[in-house]
């Protein structure tokens, strides 16, 4: 069974920095892709960063330029450098994993049809 468990939430005043970590665990896990998607309540799901085996990223546009992904050597850990928050950062963020290749960071940002899923870590930003 493959478990994915988030930490690094919390609350920051804008402009500031949060670090969001995600440890998978499981017999088989290997990922392929790992990333984060975050919700807001009333707004739709979306995408933030997405990272592969091979090192390949995408981020949302909203994330582009504040937000990087990373990961360990032995893929099982992913990280999520938020820098210069701002307010409509505000929501659960989810980490997600699969282990097929059936898309690209890109498709996977886009989709969200990740195969796995943590129970998320919320993120409070305010002015």
């Known amino acids: 069974q493959v478990r994915l468990v988030e930490s690094g939430g919390g609350s920051v005043r804008s402009g500031g920095s949060l670090r969001l970590s995600c440890v998978g665990s499981?017999?088989?896990?290997?990922?392929?892709?790992m990333g984060w998607v975050r919700q807001a309540p009333g707004k739709k799901r979306e995408g933030v960063a997405v990272?592969?085996?091979?090192?390949?990223?995408s981020y949302a546009d909203s994330v582009k330029g504040r937000f990087t992904i990373s990961q360990d050597s032995a893929r099982n850990t992913v990280i999520l450098q938020m820098n210069d928050l701002k307010p409509e950062d505000t929501a659960m963020y989810y980490c997600?994993?699969?282990?097929?290749?059936?898309?690209?960071?890109?498709?996977?940002?886009?989709?969200?049809?990740?195969?796995?899923w943590g129970r998320g870590t919320q993120v409070t930003v305010s002015l």
């Open positions: 499981g017999s088989t896990f290997a990922s392929y892709l």
């Open positions: 997600a994993a699969d282990t097929s290749r059936r898309m690209t960071t890109s498709q996977a940002l886009a989709w969200q049809d990740f195969g796995f």
């Open positions: 990272i592969d085996d091979a090192g390949s990223t």
